[in-house]
Structure formats: structure tokens, C-alpha cells
């Protein structure tokens, strides 16, 4: 469960009666509409002595959590704010006022906004990184904007101990898939590591013939072929999938990349479509191939920001109104519609292994790509609206050509022309919604420039 910080203040004048009344009411929104525990540190007035500011920082520091929510229910002079912000000033903060209300035909006010215009511009001078909400008389909490927010905010903490991992490096001597490891870590909070394919090969050995057998079982059971399909094809997939496996698990991966066309297909002889499926399927890992690693630490941070199994696709072809997208092996069986289903099949000189041919769902998606340049880190973002592909075939696949896993998007808040002026790389990661506002709170929080 994510935990959040709360602490709510008003002004010594102000009825206390009428701001507790106020500071329940923003703390039952919170609950009913975020799923989050609310740590609350009490209602702060701006007594001579601090008693209720001080008290609500013994409250706040004795606990851990990923964003402090500064609710301000009334004029409340900024100096008794800060007496509690600025042991906090380290941790994303949120701040909202609240609303006044009718009565008897007229507006009643505890000047709400008079408090937060003074804050507003205090917390910016001090370099705070907060957002700021209000609510208005007679609508609904802004609920969402401060989901958005509460999403970044304990995206970016999770990050922090988020561990990715490659298999190789710059797959194809590709530029775009590198990556500047200091930046990572220090800005973004993303560790990753590399080991080498002989890891790989030398833990074939040490794996147990039953757990093969249980993954063949698995395999034969779950997935639907097309074309009939020797065991040993799928004996092999399985166990690269559980000789990689080991890694992951002695090192608590949360997402891999594997050498792909110069490493598995080049040297092993085995395209890695059904080995990226059981990753998935043993280590819940999130997947890339080609040593995208700036793919793969845009999966981490679509996946703290959506708590979804995110998968890349990439660009095949450009229309007037939308642009083809397709994994050229496999999607996640989180997004496939529908059963799994595979076919043995080989590209080019390539050897045979299985292919997935499943369906991915369609709807509203979140499109994002995390590059860097110059220094900067950048995120391209659109909203588009995935639908199902038209039938369409890559050039080089063994007759009868498989229609690979695709979509066709159609960008909601971009022209085409516009999107291809920004496009940053032929890989992009989807989430299933529209969390774009959750992506804007990430960058701002992590120094991140967005491009939308």
C-alpha cells in the first residue's frame, strides 16, 4: 500500500470548529478516491508557539511516505506553513485549497485562496517541488490532478530501488538505445546492470530437468500453435528463459533487455520471442529487446506510473491520421486479447523458433519515449486511440507470412506531422488510459523535459 503524507491548516481567527469540518471532508475524498494510506498529521493553526506545527512534524516524521499533501482550509499566514514544509522540503508536496460554500443564497468563505496565493509563490521561491489544486464551490475535489500527482510522486520513490538489467550491450550498434549511467541513477534513481550471454549459457547446466518439463507442460497447455511444433523447440526456449531466470532472481530485476539479433539469434541460434513470453510468465519482469535500455527505463517508469505489465511496439508505417505499430515477436500476455497464440516460424536466414501471432486489446493509450540528449533527459508523450491493425505482413518471414502483434494508433493530441517531428526512437511504450498527467507531475518532479 502507497502512503502519503497530510497536513491541513487555517488561521488562529478562523472558527476551529469550521475548519475541522473542512479538513474531515478533504480527508474523506482522499480516502474514498485515492488507493493509498493517509498518514494525518493534524490540523495546524498559526498558534504563537508553533504547538500544533510543531506537533504535526513529530507526527509526520515518524513516518514514511512518498508525498506530503499541504491542504490549506483557510487564510493561514505562510510563516506557520513553512514551519512544517521545510522539514519536508526533500519530498514531493501537493498543495491544495479548498472551497468555501454557499448558504442563504450567498457565498461563505475561509478565504481559502487567499492562503494559497500567498503559499504558491513561497513554495517556488524556495525550490520546493509540489503541485498546486484548489477546489471550487459546488464541484467534486479535484480528484484527479492530485491522483496524477500522488502516482508520480511514488513513482519517482519507487524508482529509486528500481534495478533493470541487459543482457549485452548496443545490440546492432545502435545509437539510440544507449544510455548515460550516472544520470540514471542520480537523476532518475534507475540502476542498471549488464551481464554477459555466458551467464546465460553456463547456468543451462545447472538447471533441473523437471522444472524444463514443467515449462514444455506449460507451454503445450496455455498456448494455442498454429502449426504443429516440436518439443525440442520449445525445451530450448524454456530453458533460456529459466537459465536467465537465475540472474533475475539473485539480483531482483524488474525489467530485462536481452542482445537479440547479434546475441541470441546471431550466437545462440535462437530468435528470443518465447523467451521474453516466460520471463513474463516465471519472474513477472517487464521486457525489451536490442538493449534498448532507455526503452526499458521508460517501461519502469510507465509501470510505477500505471501499476500495469507495459509493453513496447514499434513503428512500422506513418498515414495521414495514424501510424502502424507492431512487436516483431511477442507482447505481453498482459495486453493480449484473447489466448496466446504462437507459430513456429523463421525470418530470413534466421533459425525457426515460436512466434507470437496473438492480438494485442485495443482502446485509449498513453504513448511514451524516454530519450536523452545534450544533458537533458526528454519524454515524448501523446494520447492516441489503438485500434485493431489492417492486415499487413513484414517483408523477410517463411511463407505464409504471419500478421505480427500490431496496432493501428491514431494520435488524439497531435497531428502525425507533428508527432514525426519529435518521434525519438523506432521503440515506444504503451499504457493502457490516459495518464498523461500522472507522465507531466513525473518529469516536473525528476527534472525531466516533456514533449507533448
Not at 474531515?24 to 498558534?47: P, W
Not at 501537493?94 to 478565504?111: D, F, P, Q, S
Not at 533460456?240 to 540472474?247: D, S
Amino acid at each position: 500500500m502507497k502512503k502519503i503524507g497530510f497536513v491541513c491548516f487555517g488561521e488562529v481567527n478562523t472558527p476551529y470548529e469550521r475548519l475541522e469540518l473542512l479538513r474531515d471532508q478533504a480527508l474523506a475524498d482522499l480516502k474514498a478516491g485515492l488507493d493509498v494510506t493517509v498518514v494525518d498529521a493534524g490540523l495546524v493553526i498559526d498558534d504563537v508557539k508553533y504547538e500544533t506545527a510543531d506537533a504535526a512534524v513529530a507526527k509526520l516524521a515518524a513516518e514514511d511516505f512518498s508525498c506530503l499533501i499541504v491542504c490549506v482550509a483557510g487564510w493561514v499566514p505562510t510563516h506557520a506553513v513553512v514551519r512544517v514544509t521545510d522539514h519536508f522540503r526533500h519530498i514531493p508536496m501537493l498543495l491544495w485549497g479548498l472551497c468555501g460554500w454557499r448558504e442563504n443564497g450567498k457565498i461563505v468563505t475561509t478565504a481559502c485562496q487567499a492562503g494559497t496565493t500567498a503559499i504558491r509563490p513561497t513554495f517556488e521561491a524556495l525550490h520546493y517541488r509540489f503541485k498546486y489544486v484548489y477546489s471550487i464551490i459546488g464541484k467534486p475535489a479535484p480528484l484527479d490532478k492530485i491522483k496524477a500527482f500522488v502516482q508520480a510522486a511514488c513513482a519517482a520513490r519507487a524508482l529509486r530501488t528500481t534495478r533493470l538489467c541487459t543482457m549485452g550491450y548496443r545490440d546492432m550498434l545502435l545509437y539510440g538505445t544507449q544510455f548515460e549511467g550516472n544520470s540514471m541513477r542520480g537523476q532518475l534513481g534507475i540502476e542498471v546492470e549488464p551481464f554477459e550471454m555466458l551467464e546465460m549459457v553456463q547456468n543451462l547446466d545447472t538447471l533441473e530437468a523437471s522444472a524444463i518439463q514443467e515449462g514444455v507442460d506449460y507451454v503445450r497447455k496455455h498456448w494455442e500453435f498454429e502449426e504443429p511444433c516440436e518439443d525440442a523447440l520449445i525445451e530450448t526456449g524454456v530453458k533460456y528463459a529459466l537459465a536467465i531466470g537465475k540472474k533475475i532472481k539473485e539480483r531482483g530485476y524488474r525489467g530485462i533487455s536481452l542482445v537479440d539479433v547479434d546475441g541470441m539469434k546471431k550466437l545462440c541460434g535462437f530468435p528470443p520471442a518465447m523467451v521474453f513470453m516466460l520471463l513474463e510468465h516465471y519472474y513477472g519482469v517487464y521486457s525489451i529487446p536490442e538493449n534498448d535500455i532507455m526503452g526499458l527505463a521508460t517501461q519502469a517508469i510507465a509501470a510505477e506510473l500505471t501499476g500495469q505489465h507495459v509493453p513496447y511496439m514499434e513503428y512500422y508505417e506513418f498515414f495521414d491520421d495514424s501510424m502502424l505499430i507492431g512487436m516483431p515477436d511477442y507482447i505481453p500476455l498482459a495486453i493480449t486479447q484473447g489466448p496466446v497464440r504462437v507459430r513456429p516460424t523463421a525470418f530470413g536466414l534466421l533459425n525457426a523458433s515460436l512466434l507470437n501471432v496473438s492480438k494485442p486489446k485495443t482502446g485509449l493509450v498513453t504513448c511514451m519515449r524516454l530519450f536523452y540528449l545534450d544533458g537533458q533527459y526528454y519524454m515524448h508523450t501523446y494520447l492516441a486511440d489503438a485500434k485493431e491493425a489492417p492486415a499487413w505482413e513484414e517483408y523477410g518471414w517463411a511463407p505464409p507470412a504471419p500478421q505480427l502483434p500490431s496496432l493501428q494508433v491514431f494520435p488524439k493530441d497531435c497531428t502525425v506531422e507533428e508527432f514525426a517531428q519529435k518521434v525519438s526512437n523506432q521503440h515506444v511504450i504503451l499504457c493502457y488510459g490516459d495518464y498523461r498527467e500522472s507522465v507531466r507531475d513525473f518529469c516536473r518532479l525528476t527534472g525531466i523535459t516533456m514533449l507533448d
